[in-house]
Nanobody, 125 residues
Framework: DVQLVESGGDSVQPGGSLTLSCVNSGDTFPSHCMGWFRQAPGKEREKVATFYTLVRGANYADSVKGRFTISQDSAKNTLFLQMDSLKPEDTAMYYC???????????????????WGQGTQVTVS
């Protein structure tokens, strides 16, 4: 089974930085895509960034381009999200997700992934 555990969330001031981590302590797949999603109070969950293992390709939401960096340490089954120049609007619960083959995504009011972590809170104020 897949078990995703996020860590690294904290309270920071605007302009600050944080690094989130997501460890997959369960099954791994040769071809998979992992991602970070976030959900602010009263808002829908949205994609932040995804990372496709085979091509080591990253994709970002426009709102975080140039400020966030997603990366993966395959040997440690760990996904990272380096967040710089944080803004109050980045405040949200951040979730890690993984899919076999294709990447997790959002459509309409819902987001889809084979597995989700429990989330880690990021507060910027």
């Amino acid at each position: 089974d897949v078990q995703l555990v996020e860590s690294g969330g904290d309270s920071v001031q605007p302009g600050g930085s944080l690094t989130l981590s997501c460890v997959n302590s369960g099954d791994t797949f040769p071809s998979h895509c992992m991602g970070w999603f976030r959900q602010a109070p009263g808002k829908e969950r949205e994609k932040v960034a995804t990372f496709y293992t085979l091509v080591r390709g990253a994709n970002y939401a426009d709102s975080v381009k140039g400020r966030f960096t997603i990366s993966q340490d395959s040997a440690k089954n760990t996904l990272f999200l380096q967040m710089d120049s944080l803004k109050p609007e980045d405040t949200a619960m951040y979730y890690c997700a993984i899919n076999r083959e294709s990447c997790p995504y959002c459509s309409g009011r819902s987001c889809y992934a084979h597995h989700w972590g429990q989330g880690t809170q990021v507060t910027v104020s």
